[in-house]
């Protein structure tokens, strides 16, 4: 039996290094080179070709290799009655929460006003609040949303979160399904998304919400493009609601050239990079929840089917 | 007796109210109405206009209302003879840190690059180092150095100080004095300047430490304008050495029109916002080195005349 790993050939990590270093007596296989399809017991999977998990006779778990496990279900052949696991990585957490600092903290010290004044020569102090009066908001408390709490705590903003669940986090105003989105949303000067796209969210931003938000707000999106309606945020932006849209993630990856949001004066696009999962950290947990499937216990990060994550 | 309050008349803070709520048995009078310029026993100085201290003939204390109080020797009869307090003000200090990991974090994320290609069109990620990876340097490790120090050390940073006398700090390598100087820089990837002015550091940051800091370095002055070589700086940038510079003071401000500062593709200006004093967080700090000055006890932050701060 052997370990199937399904990433593009040109991912530059050491993926097969990393799982020689923690599974010295596994036997890898990188596709597309598998050999015997019948032999792959474990399949670790990036962004796999569709179809490519097809024929995998003997195929008994699937471990994610990102934290969003939503772009595994556009392949209609992608198998649903195997255990699937979505990457816990501490070194992706630590990374999206370093992404949402810098974003949080840019919005917060008005800086891309600072830079549409630089670039009309303008000298001009703003009013800036301190950081207890600035309300910051997070969609998503899971490891992702977490993470980013812990590293704005210090700071002493007004933070709350919002999720689908009722979850309790020290210091975090918690607020918990659709009843309670726009009281959340109501209250978040700067808005954070880090929630996972499933049916029940993708769209979920939308001119309801983006109408919801405070005047000036700053939306900071770091999850999936699938969560936005994009012409409804631009609408909101053109309409002068919303003060900045902050966008990792869009619609269409990469993002099409001629999309209005590449050049929009109030839009920071950035490629999809605000985490990555790192191989060094993410491999060893990969190897735990390898040994814990093989001990009949359940891995960490096993994706409820129904609720997509 | 009273307590001479020389603020600019435009300066929105409620400095009288402020004071009158922790020092209400005090009589405050506000420049320029000073009454019988005899009575002034203590001085609260902003910055005052030239020649606004002359003829207070009993003033036996001057307390600066700002951490920097290079500004106040420019003026030619500001009196040297008595004691001088800075502006030890927690809520400065909070602003400063704020704004200095909202550029530190800007830098480590490359946010400037990908500003850059956004510009052009250009969706392409960019290799991005570890949090542990990265070398971070704060030069000054006094309040304004070590609050940012204490913000940048949940993020894992590889954090080392430089300051004018030696310094011990948890997890930060200290460096200190001229000798020490070049080693710090040569491996400081982002390098943050919240040194004093003084006549020891001004034009410290020029073609030689500019040269010093590794390739592609980040230069963050958030001091004092008077710390850097404007034409070294450029030169530098220029060159392709350095590869970014986050300037929010300048030899004059505001940053005139036409200085070339304002356009370079490299470098972004603010216009002195990184800090302010707080009233509502500093008076209280005023009244307690009050108290200590008539008890005869020494207040916090007085300043040492020889080293200028």
């Known amino acids: 039996m052997a370990i199937g790993l399904f990433v593009h050939p040109d991912d530059p990590r050491d993926w097969v290094g990393e799982l020689h270093a923690v599974l010295p007596k596994e036997e890898i296989r990188r596709w597309p080179d598998l050999g015997d399809r019948a032999d792959i017991e474990i399949?670790?999977?990036?962004?796999?070709?569709?179809?490519?998990?097809?024929?995998?006779?003997?195929?008994?778990?699937?471990?994610c290799l990102w934290a969003g496990v939503d772009q595994l279900f556009?392949?209609?052949?992608?198998?649903?009655n195997l255990p699937l696991v979505r990457m816990i990585d501490p070194g992706l957490a630590a990374s999206m929460a370093e992404s949402a600092l810098a974003h949080v903290l840019a919005a917060h010290r008005r800086l891309h006003d600072y830079r549409r004044q630089q670039d009309a020569g303008t000298w001009k102090a703003l009013p800036q609040p301190r950081a207890d009066?600035?309300?910051?908001?997070?969609?998503?408390?899971?490891?992702?949303?977490?993470?980013?709490?812990?590293?704005?705590?210090?700071?002493?903003?007004?933070?709350?979160g919002w999720s689908r669940t009722a979850k309790q986090l020290d210091g975090i105003a918690?607020?918990?399904?659709?009843?309670?989105?726009?009281?959340?949303?109501?209250?978040?000067?700067?808005?954070?998304?880090?929630?996972?796209?499933?049916?029940?969210?993708?769209?979920?931003?939308?001119a309801g919400v983006f109408a919801a938000l405070p005047a000036g707000g700053v939306?900071?999106?770091?999850?999936?493009?699938?969560?936005?309606?994009e012409?409804?945020?631009?609408?909101a932006l053109d309409a002068g609601h919303l003060g900045q849209a902050v966008l990792d993630v869009f619609q269409t990856e990469p993002l099409p050239q001629g999309n209005p949001l590449w050049r929009h004066p109030r839009v920071t696009v950035t490629p999809h990079v605000a985490a990555f999962?790192?191989?060094?950290?993410?491999?060893?947990?990969?190897?735990?929840?390898?040994?814990?499937?093989?001990?009949?216990?359940?891995?960490?990060g096993l994706v409820d089917l129904e609720a997509g994550y």
Chains 1, 2 share one sequence.
């Open 231 to 235: 012409a409804d945020l631009l609408a």
């Open 174 to 206: 918690c607020f918990a399904g659709r009843d309670q989105l726009h009281p959340f949303l109501q209250r978040s000067e700067i808005a954070v998304n880090l929630l996972p796209l499933t049916p029940e969210t993708r769209n979920l931003f939308d």
């Open 43 to 63: 399949a670790l999977v990036g962004k796999p070709e569709p179809g490519a998990l097809q024929g995998l006779s003997r195929l008994r778990l699937i471990h």
């Open 219 to 229: 939306f900071i999106n770091l999850a999936r493009g699938g969560h936005v309606v």
């Open 133 to 160: 009066e600035r309300s910051v908001g997070i969609l998503g408390l899971g490891e992702l949303g977490r993470a980013t709490a812990s590293l704005l705590r210090p700071f002493g903003f007004r933070l709350a």
């Open 74 to 80: 556009q392949d209609p052949t992608f198998p649903r």
């Open 277 to 300: 999962t790192d191989a060094r950290t993410a491999i060893p947990e990969v190897a735990h929840n390898i040994a814990r499937f093989r001990a009949g216990e359940s891995p960490r």
